[in-house]
């Protein structure tokens, strides 16, 4: 099974406060006991790692994730020009504020690569035809 990772549940899986932690935990131990294929779109590396920057008070989980992408523990689907092309076309610039040209990005790969779902908590994902795992 490949599910791609978006920001948000990687957000909730490494920041304890954050509301959704107890069930990104839960649901990404699951995906790891049934040997799920985890896939991590570069645009939301780059988000998430921007993200832990500015928010969290240590430097402790952006070392950890620049480690494991440094040690290929990551599969990594990188966002070229044919993807960043498909998530301009879904990418609706006066639509909701939530929904960002990175979400876009996060569709186009799972649709490339015919994902079994995202690990996401966006409701965009399944308007989009995605399911949520």
Known sequence: MKVVVDSDAIFALYNPNDPLNTKAVTTFQKLIE??????????????????????????????????????????????????LKEAAKLFDPQGSKKNTLIDCSVVAVAKKIKADGVFAYDKFFTKQGLKQV
Do not use: A, H, W
């Open 34 to 83: 049934t040997d799920c294929q985890l896939i991590y779109p570069t645009s939301v590396i780059f988000e998430v790692i921007s993200l832990f920057q500015r928010v969290l008070p240590t430097p402790e989980v952006t070392m950890t994730i620049l480690e494991m992408i440094k040690n290929d523990q990551l599969s990594l689907f990188v966002v070229d020009e044919e993807i």
